[in-house]
């Protein structure tokens, strides 16, 4: 009797274990990289630097592909920037709105990080969803030393046209409200050597442009 149950325990027992399911091993590098995006939205420059010699992936994206650098610039963290930057993360990676660290750091007027991306392999040929430069929508949003450094940046584009026909010129010409920021730009684009004469699509010019919102100050400058 002994024999039987002691039988049937066994049957059980190899049943059991051949229907158990299979546990799939952790992949602890994927776990890494989803760890590290969360450090950097906190700004934990210990656990960030801790998960990178650890093994996390320096350039891993979030689920709109932005990067961490990106994620950092987005977050105005210099600090998290210049650290992985120190790690050899990417400046030139676009996110799905095309947004890259270098763009977004031009558009938004980080100017600290401008530099920083400049220094570490920024492209000047890597453009925005408006096919736009760092340069255009820092003009556009008044961001008056942004705009001085791309300008005077050997190689930068200063007189490249987006898919709205504009120039970084003309977006402060008609983005702008005329303020002394805008003249300012203006100034800082034509002692940069900007051209001062691309018309948009349909032909005017920033001129034409300045004169028909009664920006007498850009007008005075761009006739000077």
């Known amino acids: 009797m002994k024999s039987v149950i002691l039988l049937m325990a066994l049957s059980l027992c190899i049943f059991s274990c051949q229907s158990a399911p299979i546990t799939e091993p952790v992949n602890t590098v994927t776990m890494r990289n989803k760890d590290i995006i969360q450090l950097v939205k906190d700004n934990n420059l210990q656990g960030v630097e801790a998960a990178l010699k650890?093994?996390?992936?320096?350039?891993?994206?979030?689920n709109s592909k932005r990067n961490l650098l990106l994620i950092a610039a987005n977050g105005h963290q210099t600090e998290m920037a210049a650290l992985l930057v120190k790690y050899k993360a990417d400046v030139?990676?676009?996110?799905?709105?095309l947004d890259s660290p270098f763009l977004y750091a031009g558009a938004s007027g980080q100017t600290e990080l401008v530099k920083?991306?400049?220094d570490h392999g920024a492209r000047f040929d890597i453009f925005n969803?408006?096919?736009?430069s760092a340069l255009i929508p820092a003009c556009e949003r008044g961001h008056i030393e942004t705009v001085r450094l791309l300008a005077n940046t050997k190689g930068f584009p200063v007189n490249h046209v987006n898919r709205l026909g504009w120039t970084g010129l003309m977006e402060a010409i008609v983005l702008g409200?005329?303020?002394k920021k805008y003249q300012e730009i203006v100034q800082i684009l034509k002692d940069a050597g900007a051209k001062m004469d691309i018309p948009d699509h349909e032909g005017v010019t920033p001129l034409q442009h300045a004169q028909q919102r009664g920006f007498k100050e850009i007008v005075a400058i761009l006739k000077s």
């Open 116 to 118: 920083l991306f400049l």
């Open 177 to 179: 409200d005329g303020s």
């Open 92 to 97: 030139n990676q676009q996110a799905d709105n």
């Open 54 to 62: 650890n093994g996390a992936d320096v350039n891993t994206s979030d």
């Open 129 to 132: 969803r408006y096919n736009g």
